[in-house]
């Protein structure tokens, strides 16, 4: 079964650049949603993380904020 992730960013964020890049070099599909785009998926966001800060990514439920490298 493939991994289930979903990504919160917002635009400009090197963190999540550097995220979606290592994502994509590991070939691990995901969901990406923009924390700009949308005040529901802000607040989704702020919700799993207890903090305004992107990336947020969550990985089969678990929850990670930020990007320090694989």
């Given at each position: 079964?493939?991994?289930?992730v979903?990504?919160?960013?917002k635009?400009?964020?090197?963190?999540?650049?550097?995220?979606?890049?290592?994502l994509?070099?590991?070939?691990v599909?995901?969901?990406?949603?923009?924390v700009?785009?949308?005040?529901?998926?802000?607040?989704?966001?702020?919700?799993?993380?207890?903090?305004?800060?992107?990336?947020?990514?969550?990985?089969?439920?678990?929850?990670s904020?930020?990007?320090?490298?694989?």
């Open positions: 079964m493939a991994e289930e979903v990504i919160y960013t635009p400009g964020c090197p963190y999540c650049a550097a995220a979606k890049e290592d994509n070099n590991r070939g599909a995901y969901t990406e949603h923009d700009t785009a949308d005040p529901v998926v802000k607040a989704e966001a702020f919700s799993l993380a207890g903090q305004a800060a992107v990336p947020v990514i969550v990985n089969k439920g678990e929850v904020v930020g990007f320090g490298g694989s």
